[in-house]
C-alpha cells in the first residue's frame, strides 16, 4: 500500500525549491511519501514553471508524480452568468464558455503529465435556464447522468489523450455515493471511460457535520468500487477536515487501509504540513501495512447496493459498527450462498424474479424492512414469498425474547432505551420469529424467517434510526450477528454500547477494530469460529496483544471454536487461525 498525498494548485503556484525540502522532509520523517499528485488546476491555474519545480524536487527524493485538476472555478462569472447558481464553483455544463475553459485546463494537465485525478467536484447541480432548457422534460437525475457521461467523453478523455496518447485518467468518487445519480456522477457508465476510479473514504465526525456519515462507510465504500472495477480502483482519499477527536481521522485512515487499498491518499499537502495528526498516522500506517501484506482478499456479505440506487442509506454500514462484514457489490451475488437486501435493491426491476431464483436453488437471503415494506407497495411477486404484510403500525420495544443460534430455548432481555420499530405482521407458523420486541403484553417479531424452495428469506426490522441499533441489547446484537455469519462471527458479553466491527480474509485471517465513541470502554469479545481452531496467532502490527503469545480456544468442538480476546477503543488487532478443518474452509474460502 502506497503512502500518497495531494499538492493542491494553489500551494503549488507559491511554493518555494527551499520550503519544498524542508516540507518533504518533515513528511518523510513523520509519515513517509511514496508518491504525489500535483495539481495543474483547481480555481486557479499552477504555472508551468511552478509544476515542473515541483516534479523536479519530488523526484530527486524518490517520489513518483502524477497530476492532478479539480473542476472548479469562480472567474468565469459575468453580468450574464449571474443566472447560474453553482455549488462550490463547479462549473455549468451547459454553458459554452465554461466547457471551452474545462477543455483547456484538462489538455494543459495531459501535456504536464502521463497520468492524473479529478477531484471530486466533476458534477453539476446547476438549475440555470440553459440547463432547465437542455434537460427538457426528463428529470434532473436523467439528465444529468447523461450530460457527465458526454462530459467525460468529449471534455476530459478525448482532448487529454489527443495531447497525450499515454495519459492515463483516474476519476475520484466522492464520500457521498447514495446521492451520486442526483448530481451526475454515473460510475456504471464511467467505470468502463476512465482508466482507474478512486475513493472518498472521508467521514469526519459522525454527528457534528453536515453528513452524518457512519465509519464504516471509509471501509464498505472502497470495497463497493473495488467490486464495481475489479483490479482498477487505485486507492482511499481522506482528509482531516472537521476531525475531533484525532481518533475520528485516523479511523478513515485505519478503515481505508483494511480494505487493501493500492494507495492511501492523504489530502492536503499543505493542510498536513506540521499537523499533530501526521506523526500518530505515520507510526499506525506502518502497523496496518504490516498487517495487510499478511492477510488475504477481503469478504463479507454481500450487500446488494445497484448504481443509481438511495434508500436505507447506510443500513449496512450502521450494522458494520457492530460486527457484520460486508461486501457491497453493484452486482446481484447470484452464485453466493448469502446475501443482503435493503430498499436500494428494488432499484433493480428484476429483484423479486432474481430473489425468488436465489432461494429456490438453496440461497438464504436477508431483506431489511424498508425491503419488505416497499416491495409489499410496489413489487409484485413478494407475497408469494412470505406472510409478512404490513399495516404502516410502529411499535416502541425495552423488552426483547431471543432464540438464540443453535438452540431452542428463549432468553428475555430489557433495556433501558425504548427503540421504535416498523411492525409487520405474520402468519404464525407460516413464518416463524426468532426476536420478538415490545412493551407490556404486546410483542412483534424483529427477526423473521421464511422458506421458500430450498432456501430461507429473513426479514431484519431496523428502527428509523440507525444508530439506535448500538443501543439494542447484546444478546439481539448477537443473535442478528449469528445469522450474517459466514463461519465467524461475534459476541460481547456486557450491556454497553460496544461498537466493534470484524474484518474477515481468506485464508483463515481477521481483525477486530474498536471505535472510539461516547461512553466507548475496553471489551472482551468472544470470537465464535466454524470448525475445529485450536489456536488464533496475533499477526505483527496488532495494536493490543504481542504476536508472540498465540491466544489458545475457549471453547472447541468439531463444530465451532471460541476465542476470548481483550479490545480497547482505537485498538486494532488481527489474528490468523493455526489449523482450519473442512468445515471451516467457508473462512478462507
Given amino acids: ?20 525540502e524542508e516540507q518533504i522532509a518533515f513528511f518523510q520523517r513523520y509519515v513517509g511519501v511514496d508518491k ?28 513518483t508524480v502524477a497530476g492532478g485538476i479539480t473542476t472548479i472555478t469562480s472567474d468565469l462569472n459575468t453580468d450574464e452568468d449571474k443566472k447560474r447558481q453553482r455549488l462550490f464553483n463547479t462549473f455549468c455544463y451547459s ?26 467536484f466533476f458534477f453539476t447541480q446547476c438549475t440555470c435556464e440553459d440547463c432547465q432548457k437542455e434537460k427538457g422534460n426528463r428529470s434532473w437525475e436523467a439528465f444529468r447522468l447523461e450530460k457527465m457521461r458526454e462530459v467525460s467523453e468529449n471534455l476530459v478523455i478525448k482532448p487529454a489523450k489527443a495531447v497525450n496518447p499515454k495519459v492515463k485518467i483516474t476519476i475520484k468518487y466522492p464520500n457521498w455515493v447514495e446521492s451520486f445519480q442526483e448530481t451526475g456522477y454515473n460510475p456504471a457508465q464511467q467505470k468502463d471511460m476512465f482508466d482507474m476510479l478512486y475513493t472518498g473514504t472521508e467521514t469526519r465526525h459522525p454527528s457534528q457535520t453536515d453528513q452524518h456519515l457512519p465509519r464504516y462507510l471509509s471501509y464498505s465504500i472502497m470495497r463497493f468500487f473495488e467490486n464495481t472495477a475489479p483490479g482498477r480502483n487505485g486507492g482511499g482519499w481522506f482528509d482531516a477536515f472537521e476531525c475531533y477527536p484525532i481518533d475520528s481521522y485516523l479511523e478513515q485512515a485505519y478503515l481505508t487501509a483494511f480494505a487493501k487499498p493500492r494507495e ?9 504540513y506540521k499537523n499533530k495528526v501526521v506523526t500518530p498516522l505515520g507510526l499506525q500506517v506502518h502497523a496496518i501495512n504490516t498487517i495487510i501484506e499478511r492477510v488475504g482478499t477481503p469478504f463479507g456479505v454481500p450487500v446488494y447496493l445497484p448504481h443509481n440506487a438511495q434508500g436505507e442509506d447506510h443500513l449496512e454500514d450502521y450494522l458494520g459498527m457492530l460486527g457484520i462484514p460486508f461486501e457491497p457489490t453493484p452486482d446481484f451475488p447470484a452464485d453466493h450462498t448469502k446475501v443482503f437486501l435493503t430498499v436500494q435493491a428494488l432499484k433493480d426491476p428484476d429483484i423479486i424474479a432474481k430473489l425468488t431464483a436465489f432461494l429456490t436453488k438453496g440461497g438464504t437471503a436477508i431483506v431489511s424492512s424498508g425491503f ?28 426483547y425474547h431471543i432464540i438464540p443460534a443453535n438452540s ?28 420478538n420486541a415490545g412493551s407490556g403484553d404486546f410483542h412483534a417479531s424483529i427477526l423473521l424467517r421464511d422458506t421458500y424452495g430450498t432456501g430461507e428469506l429473513y426479514t431484519l426490522v431496523v428502527p428509523d434510526n440507525y444508530s439506535a441499533l448500538k443501543e439494542l441489547p447484546q444478546d439481539v446484537l448477537t443473535r442478528i450477528r449469528a445469522l450474517f455469519s459466514q463461519g465467524i462471527y461475534l459476541s460481547i458479553a456486557s450491556e454497553t454500547r460496544a461498537q466493534v466491527s470484524l474484518f474477515t480474509y481468506t485464508h483463515g485471517a481477521c481483525g477486530l477494530y474498536s471505535y472510539t465513541d461516547d461512553g466507548c470502554s475496553p471489551e472482551t ?4 469460529i466454524a470448525g475445529k481452531i485450536e489456536t488464533l496467532h496475533v499477526l505483527p502490527g496488532s495494536s493490543l496483544l504481542s504476536p508472540l503469545t498465540p491466544i489458545k480456544a475457549l471453547y472447541t468442538t468439531e463444530h465451532e471454536s471460541i476465542f476470548e480476546v ?8 488481527f489474528f490468523q487461525f493455526s489449523s482450519i478443518n473442512r468445515s471451516a474452509e467457508a473462512v478462507q474460502e
Fill in 95 to 120: 454553458n459554452e464558455r465554461m466547457r471551452e475553459h474545462l477543455k483547456k485546463m484538462v489538455e494543459y494537465t495531459a501535456e504536464q503529465y502521463d497520468e492524473f485525478i479529478i477531484d471530486d
Fill in 372 to 399: 419488505m415494506r416497499e416491495a409489499l407497495d410496489k413489487a409484485v411477486g413478494i407475497e408469494a414469498l412470505t406472510s409478512i404484510r404490513s399495516r404502516n403500525r410502529f411499535i416502541c420495544a425495552d423488552e
Fill in 36 to 63: 504525489v499528485y500535483v495539481e495543474a488546476f483547481r480555481d486557479v491555474q499552477a504555472s508551468r514553471e511552478q509544476v515542473a519545480l515541483c516534479k523536479k524536487v519530488f523526484e530527486k527524493h524518490g517520489i
Fill in 1 to 20: 500500500m502506497l503512502k500518497v498525498i495531494y499538492c493542491t494548485a494553489h500551494w503549488v503556484e507559491k511554493i518555494t525549491e527551499l520550503e519544498l
Fill in 264 to 272: 492511501l491518499m492523504l489530502f492536503c499537502w499543505p493542510l498536513l
Fill in 566 to 573: 481483550p479490545t480497547e477503543p482505537g485498538s486494532f488487532t
Fill in 525 to 528: 469479545v468472544r470470537i465464535h
Fill in 408 to 435: 431452542h430455548s428463549m432468553i428475555h432481555r430489557t433495556s433501558a432505551a425504548k427503540t421504535v420499530f416498523p411492525l409487520l405482521e405474520h402468519r404464525n407458523n407460516a413464518s416463524w420469529s426468532f426476536i
